[in-house]
């Protein structure tokens, strides 16, 4: 695999390469001490107090209609605390979606483990990247996924944008008319000048895919609690900017989602927007 592999996963191949290199032994002794599969993220604690977090995949679980069927998509309830963390990173593309929701999350509270030990990027906390980001004067924006604050600042903005949401039934009934029609997905893609992906897109494996159909020069802005990791493998991809989260008090943000909590309960309180930008970004 070479370094700027676009196969689905790579991303998350490449990151895990990273931590094992940044943290060499110690992997092998970190456990897990905690895991909640909420209904809007999956979140896990570690033994050296890393936390981290991953949107959880529910709408990806045709199974989960019943309790016999359900049971295969999670082999491990009551049975998380005390294994090693790097068991759920094996195949960790090839998951099926509750695992991979928890490998990310643990890769995620990996990543934060390894930001104590390398000074290469500095991340910028507390500020809310789809707030912030500048958007193009007149150029076309390409959203991936059904992020709220851009999609806001787009209609304010008046000019041509596209949403690319593989449900339409999470947008609003003022944004549909800006939704991309599935056989006109690529060529939005192509002639975007800004594309503002969802970090879920590293759950389904879409991400490296919208990546290589990204125009040389596009500004690219991949956001959200599950993209929370190292940003190398991003940033080799043309990825500009990225906005993710750290976990600052891994129990309360577990406690949140255990009772239903999303992003809007806990950041500020028991987790903080992050921003990384690539060194060369305009």
């Known amino acids: 695999m070479t370094a700027t592999s676009l196969h689905p996963g790579s991303i998350l191949e490449e990151t895990l390469g990273e931590i094992r290199e940044i943290l060499g032994s110690d992997l092998d002794s970190i456990t897990v001490e905690r895991v909640v599969i909420g209904i809007f993220f999956t979140g896990v604690k570690l033994s050296d107090g890393s936390g981290g977090l991953c949107f959880t995949p529910i709408k990806e679980i045709p199974e989960a209609v019943c309790c016999p069927s359900s049971a295969r998509a999670m082999p491990y309830p009551g049975r998380f605390t005390g294994r090693s963390a790097a068991e759920f990173l094996r195949d960790l593309p090839r998951a099926p979606p509750l695992k991979k929701a928890v490998g990310i999350a643990i890769l995620n509270a990996l990543s934060e483990s390894c930001w104590k030990r390398r000074p290469d990027y500095v991340r910028e906390t507390g500020r809310d ?14 959203v991936v996924g059904a992020l ?14 596209g949403i690319l949401e593989l449900d339409p039934r999470t947008l609003k ?23 503002v992906i969802t970090g879920t897109t590293l759950i389904n494996n879409t991400l490296e895919p919208l990546l290589a159909l990204a125009r040389p020069g596009a500004s690219i802005v991949v956001v959200g609690p ?31 989602i255990a009772e239903g909590g999303s992003g809007y309960h806990f950041f500020g ?11 060369d970004a305009p």
């Open 129 to 142: 990247i789809l707030d912030t980001v500048p958007l193009p004067g007149d150029g076309y924006v390409a």
């Open 226 to 256: 599950t993209a929370s990791m190292l940003p190398d493998a991003f940033f080799r991809r043309g990825v500009t900017m990225l906005g993710g989260d750290s976990v600052t008090r891994p129990d309360e943000v577990l406690d949140t």
């Open 269 to 279: 309180k028991s987790a903080e927007k992050t921003t990384v930008c690539r060194s």
């Open 148 to 161: 709220v604050p851009v999609i806001r600042r787009l209609k304010a903005r008046g000019k041509p944008f």
């Open 173 to 195: 009934p003022d944004e549909l008319p800006y939704a991309v029609p599935r056989d006109e997905v690529d060529a939005a893609v192509q002639r975007a000048d800004m594309l």
